[in-house]
Protein backbone atom coordinates (compact mmCIF):
# COMPACT_ATOMS: atom_id res chain seq x y z
CA UNK A 1 0.00 0.00 0.00
CA UNK A 2 1.40 3.28 -1.11
CA UNK A 3 -0.69 6.74 -0.52
CA UNK A 4 0.57 10.83 -0.48
CA UNK A 5 -1.76 13.29 0.97
CA UNK A 6 -0.40 16.65 0.84
CA UNK A 7 -2.18 18.82 3.55
CA UNK A 8 -0.33 17.31 6.45
CA UNK A 9 -0.87 20.19 8.69
CA UNK A 10 -4.50 19.85 9.10
CA UNK A 11 -3.24 15.99 10.13
CA UNK A 12 -1.26 16.83 13.10
CA UNK A 13 -4.38 17.70 15.07
CA UNK A 14 -6.13 14.77 14.25
CA UNK A 15 -3.66 12.60 15.11
CA UNK A 16 -3.36 13.79 18.36
CA UNK A 17 -6.65 13.52 18.79
CA UNK A 18 -6.78 9.80 18.44
CA UNK A 19 -3.45 9.86 20.95
CA UNK A 20 -5.84 11.22 22.97
CA UNK A 21 -8.48 8.60 22.72
CA UNK A 22 -6.61 5.63 23.03
CA UNK A 23 -3.26 3.92 22.33
CA UNK A 24 -3.65 1.54 19.79
CA UNK A 25 -5.51 2.65 16.37
CA UNK A 26 -6.90 0.25 13.89
CA UNK A 27 -5.75 0.76 10.58
CA UNK A 28 -8.45 -0.31 7.48
CA UNK A 29 -6.83 0.02 3.98
CA UNK A 30 -9.54 -0.38 1.07
CA UNK A 31 -10.26 0.37 -2.19
CA UNK A 32 -12.05 3.63 -1.08
CA UNK A 33 -9.51 4.81 1.18
CA UNK A 34 -8.15 4.93 4.93
CA UNK A 35 -9.98 4.41 7.83
CA UNK A 36 -8.83 4.64 11.75
CA UNK A 37 -10.41 3.71 14.33
CA UNK A 38 -9.59 4.05 17.78
CA UNK A 39 -11.60 3.04 21.08
CA UNK A 40 -10.38 4.66 24.67
CA UNK A 41 -10.04 2.35 27.01
CA UNK A 42 -12.78 3.09 29.09
CA UNK A 43 -14.95 2.66 26.23
CA UNK A 44 -16.27 5.84 26.75
CA UNK A 45 -15.57 7.26 23.37
CA UNK A 46 -14.72 5.89 19.93
CA UNK A 47 -12.76 7.80 16.96
CA UNK A 48 -13.60 7.81 13.70
CA UNK A 49 -10.99 8.82 10.57
CA UNK A 50 -11.98 8.55 6.97
CA UNK A 51 -9.84 9.42 4.24
CA UNK A 52 -11.67 8.72 1.28
CA UNK A 53 -10.04 8.06 -2.38
CA UNK A 54 -10.59 11.61 -3.02
CA UNK A 55 -7.97 12.92 -0.47
CA UNK A 56 -4.55 12.00 -1.90
CA UNK A 57 -2.66 12.84 -4.66
CA UNK A 58 -1.95 8.99 -5.28
CA UNK A 59 -3.54 6.05 -4.35
CA UNK A 60 -2.03 2.22 -4.91
CA UNK A 61 -3.03 -1.02 -3.19
CA UNK A 62 -2.53 -4.25 -3.92
CA UNK A 63 -4.70 -5.67 -1.99
CA UNK A 64 -6.94 -4.75 1.99
CA UNK A 65 -5.25 -5.12 4.99
CA UNK A 66 -5.89 -4.43 8.65
CA UNK A 67 -3.39 -3.41 11.25
CA UNK A 68 -2.65 -2.07 14.68
CA UNK A 69 -0.42 0.87 15.10
CA UNK A 70 0.50 2.80 18.51
CA UNK A 71 -0.95 6.45 17.91
CA UNK A 72 1.42 8.31 20.10
CA UNK A 73 4.12 7.10 17.40
CA UNK A 74 1.57 7.82 14.41
CA UNK A 75 1.19 11.63 16.90
CA UNK A 76 5.15 12.15 17.43
CA UNK A 77 5.93 11.24 13.66
CA UNK A 78 3.37 13.58 12.26
CA UNK A 79 4.45 16.51 15.09
CA UNK A 80 7.74 16.69 12.26
CA UNK A 81 5.77 17.62 9.41
CA UNK A 82 5.44 20.83 7.53
CA UNK A 83 3.27 22.59 5.65
CA UNK A 84 6.26 22.20 2.42
CA UNK A 85 5.67 18.14 3.26
CA UNK A 86 3.43 15.67 1.15
CA UNK A 87 3.51 12.76 3.34
CA UNK A 88 3.54 9.38 1.86
CA UNK A 89 2.23 6.31 3.48
CA UNK A 90 4.09 3.20 2.83
CA UNK A 91 2.65 -0.21 4.58
CA UNK A 92 4.76 -3.04 4.01
CA UNK A 93 3.16 -6.70 5.17
CA UNK A 94 5.83 -9.19 4.87
CA UNK A 95 7.63 -6.94 8.12
CA UNK A 96 4.68 -4.98 9.76
CA UNK A 97 6.03 -2.10 9.01
CA UNK A 98 4.89 1.27 8.26
CA UNK A 99 6.54 4.22 6.56
CA UNK A 100 5.68 7.26 7.34
CA UNK A 101 7.78 9.65 4.60
CA UNK A 102 7.75 13.53 4.61
CA UNK A 103 9.13 14.99 1.33
CA UNK A 104 9.52 18.35 0.47
CA UNK A 105 7.30 19.80 -2.07
CA UNK A 106 10.65 21.91 -3.43
CA UNK A 107 13.78 19.96 -3.03
CA UNK A 108 11.85 16.23 -2.77
CA UNK A 109 13.82 15.24 0.28
CA UNK A 110 12.47 13.05 2.59
CA UNK A 111 12.21 11.88 5.81
CA UNK A 112 11.30 8.83 6.96
CA UNK A 113 9.83 7.66 9.74
CA UNK A 114 9.19 3.85 10.43
CA UNK A 115 6.68 2.43 13.24
CA UNK A 116 6.01 -1.59 13.46
CA UNK A 117 2.83 -2.80 13.36
CA UNK A 118 0.54 -5.51 15.33
CA UNK A 119 -1.72 -7.66 13.62
CA UNK A 120 -5.12 -5.96 13.25
CA UNK A 121 -7.94 -6.48 15.53
CA UNK A 122 -11.58 -7.35 14.71
CA UNK A 123 -13.52 -4.16 13.19
CA UNK A 124 -14.56 -1.89 16.11
CA UNK A 125 -18.41 -1.23 15.33
CA UNK A 126 -20.40 2.32 15.50
CA UNK A 127 -23.09 2.88 17.55
CA UNK A 128 -26.25 2.15 15.28
CA UNK A 129 -28.83 4.87 16.87
CA UNK A 130 -30.85 7.78 15.39
CA UNK A 131 -30.12 10.92 17.18
CA UNK A 132 -32.28 13.67 16.49
CA UNK A 133 -30.49 16.48 17.43
CA UNK A 134 -28.31 18.04 14.96
CA UNK A 135 -26.52 21.27 15.40
CA UNK A 136 -23.76 23.20 13.81
CA UNK A 137 -21.16 25.57 15.88
CA UNK A 138 -18.02 26.86 15.41
CA UNK A 139 -15.15 24.65 16.36
CA UNK A 140 -13.76 27.71 18.62
CA UNK A 141 -16.95 28.23 20.30
CA UNK A 142 -17.09 24.56 21.28
CA UNK A 143 -13.93 24.98 23.00
CA UNK A 144 -14.94 27.68 24.72
CA UNK A 145 -18.25 26.00 26.23
CA UNK A 146 -16.07 23.59 27.87
CA UNK A 147 -13.59 26.08 29.12
CA UNK A 148 -16.10 27.70 31.09
CA UNK A 149 -17.50 24.51 32.98
CA UNK A 150 -13.84 23.40 33.33
CA UNK A 151 -13.23 26.65 35.24
CA UNK A 152 -15.77 26.15 37.92
CA UNK A 153 -14.33 22.39 38.08
CA UNK A 154 -17.35 20.81 36.88
CA UNK A 155 -17.09 17.10 35.94
CA UNK A 156 -20.12 16.81 34.06
CA UNK A 157 -22.00 18.88 31.57
CA UNK A 158 -25.57 18.49 30.53
CA UNK A 159 -27.39 19.69 27.23
CA UNK A 160 -30.83 20.69 27.41
CA UNK A 161 -32.77 21.43 24.01
CA UNK A 162 -36.31 23.25 23.56
CA UNK A 163 -37.60 25.02 20.57
CA UNK A 164 -34.48 26.44 18.45
CA UNK A 165 -32.39 26.70 21.69
CA UNK A 166 -29.71 24.82 23.28
CA UNK A 167 -28.81 25.22 27.02
CA UNK A 168 -25.47 23.58 28.36
CA UNK A 169 -25.46 23.18 32.10
CA UNK A 170 -22.74 22.21 34.65
CA UNK A 171 -22.18 23.06 38.47
CA UNK A 172 -19.95 21.94 40.81
CA UNK A 173 -20.52 23.11 44.44
CA UNK A 174 -20.65 26.19 45.39
CA UNK A 175 -20.14 27.62 41.78
CA UNK A 176 -22.62 26.62 38.64
CA UNK A 177 -22.39 27.48 34.32
CA UNK A 178 -25.16 28.15 32.26
CA UNK A 179 -25.13 28.75 28.53
CA UNK A 180 -27.66 29.52 26.13
CA UNK A 181 -27.49 29.65 22.19
CA UNK A 182 -29.65 30.06 19.48
CA UNK A 183 -29.40 29.73 15.90
CA UNK A 184 -27.12 33.33 14.52
CA UNK A 185 -26.28 33.71 18.60
CA UNK A 186 -24.04 31.79 17.75
CA UNK A 187 -25.06 28.86 16.89
CA UNK A 188 -25.11 28.25 12.75
CA UNK A 189 -27.81 25.63 13.16
CA UNK A 190 -30.07 24.12 14.87
CA UNK A 191 -32.82 21.36 14.40
CA UNK A 192 -34.31 19.71 17.14
CA UNK A 193 -37.55 18.09 18.58
CA UNK A 194 -37.12 19.84 21.91
CA UNK A 195 -37.72 18.96 25.32
CA UNK A 196 -34.40 16.71 24.83
CA UNK A 197 -31.76 16.16 27.80
CA UNK A 198 -28.54 14.31 28.00
CA UNK A 199 -25.00 14.51 30.04
CA UNK A 200 -21.82 14.13 28.95
CA UNK A 201 -18.11 13.88 31.06
CA UNK A 202 -15.65 16.74 30.60
CA UNK A 203 -13.00 14.76 30.33
CA UNK A 204 -14.07 13.45 27.45
CA UNK A 205 -15.56 16.16 25.66
CA UNK A 206 -12.56 17.35 26.15
CA UNK A 207 -10.51 14.82 24.20
CA UNK A 208 -13.10 15.39 21.51
CA UNK A 209 -11.81 19.30 20.98
CA UNK A 210 -8.89 18.37 20.20
CA UNK A 211 -9.17 18.06 16.08
CA UNK A 212 -10.73 21.10 16.41
CA UNK A 213 -7.92 22.72 15.19
CA UNK A 214 -8.42 21.05 12.16
CA UNK A 215 -11.65 22.29 11.06
CA UNK A 216 -13.52 25.99 11.64
CA UNK A 217 -17.12 23.48 12.45
CA UNK A 218 -18.34 21.07 13.82
CA UNK A 219 -21.50 19.22 13.70
CA UNK A 220 -22.70 18.25 17.40
CA UNK A 221 -25.74 15.67 16.98
CA UNK A 222 -27.52 13.40 20.34
CA UNK A 223 -30.65 12.27 21.84
CA UNK A 224 -31.78 11.75 25.30
CA UNK A 225 -29.70 9.58 26.96
CA UNK A 226 -27.61 8.94 24.20
CA UNK A 227 -24.35 8.89 22.38
CA UNK A 228 -23.41 12.16 21.29
CA UNK A 229 -22.11 12.16 17.70
CA UNK A 230 -19.28 14.82 17.09
CA UNK A 231 -18.18 14.88 13.03
CA UNK A 232 -15.29 17.65 12.00
CA UNK A 233 -14.95 17.68 8.10
CA UNK A 234 -11.23 18.22 7.15
CA UNK A 235 -10.65 20.64 4.55
CA UNK A 236 -9.25 17.73 2.13
CA UNK A 237 -12.58 15.74 2.21
CA UNK A 238 -11.36 13.59 5.29
CA UNK A 239 -14.33 13.10 8.12
CA UNK A 240 -13.84 12.55 11.63
CA UNK A 241 -16.57 11.17 14.09
CA UNK A 242 -16.18 10.91 17.72
CA UNK A 243 -18.91 9.03 19.58
CA UNK A 244 -19.48 9.95 23.37
CA UNK A 245 -20.93 7.46 25.48
CA UNK A 246 -23.71 9.14 28.07
CA UNK A 247 -22.85 9.81 31.86
CA UNK A 248 -24.87 9.77 34.94
CA UNK A 249 -26.46 13.27 35.43
Excluded: C
Amino acid sequence: MKASYANVSKLKYVAQALAKVGDEALVMTGADGLVFKVLSPDKLILAVFRMPLSSFEEYHLDEEYKFTVRTDRVSAAMKRGTRNDVLELEYYPETNNLRMVFRDKKTSVPRIFEIQTMPGLSDIPEPKVNLTTKILMGADEFKHILSDAKAIGANIITLITEADNLTVMASEEPFEYKGLFKRDAPLIDIDTPGNERTSYLLAALQAAAKPAGAAEQLAVEFSTNMPMKLIYRLPGGEDLYLWIAPAVD
